[in-house]
């Protein structure tokens, strides 16, 4: 902190950060609530995510990466099947493990919610941006882009 009194372009960084702190926030948000995700909690989405993203797990497997006991993560799975979400089968290489995946409905949901989401971002540049600041907010997002690959 004593670094930036005194520095305004120290002080105009950290206010730049704790600005976009915030609206990246707010954007996640407004993006869940077009995505339509239902009364899903954090930890269910999260292992949806995980899921799509990783490819089929077992409950343990599961578990570790998320950090949490695998009673806890047979509890959350148990809701995600009985939705239709995630379907499990035997382990070929280990009968007592059952390998769970997304079903293809809870795909296609995943698809729709990708899509809810990007319209919602399209539709909102399009009616509330000029098509100078589209190009500013192109620009924006490569920048954005080189911090979270730093």
Do not use: Y
């Not at 407004?30 to 999260?46: N, V």
């Not at 950090?67 to 290489?93: E, H």
């Amino acid at each position: 902190m004593n670094e930036q009194q005194g520095n305004p372009e120290a002080m105009r960084a950290s206010a730049v950060a704790g600005e976009l702190r915030i609206l990246i926030g707010k954007l996640g948000r407004r993006l869940r609530e077009e995505a339509h995700l239902g009364d899903f909690t954090w930890s269910q989405l999260k292992v949806l995510a995980r899921l799509e993203r990783e490819g089929p797990a077992t409950v343990t497997t599961l578990a570790q990466a998320e950090g949490v006991r695998p009673q806890s993560m047979s509890a959350t799975v148990s809701v995600l099947k009985a939705a239709g979400l995630v379907s499990g089968a035997p382990d070929t290489a280990d009968g007592r493990q059952t390998i769970l995946s997304l079903t293809a409905a809870c795909r296609e949901a995943i698809k729709a919610g990708r899509a809810a989401r990007e319209d919602w971002l399209l539709r909102a540049i399009r009616t509330k941006l000029a098509p100078g600041e589209q190009e500013e907010l192109a620009t924006g997002v490569e920048l954005l882009n080189r911090l979270v690959d730093s």
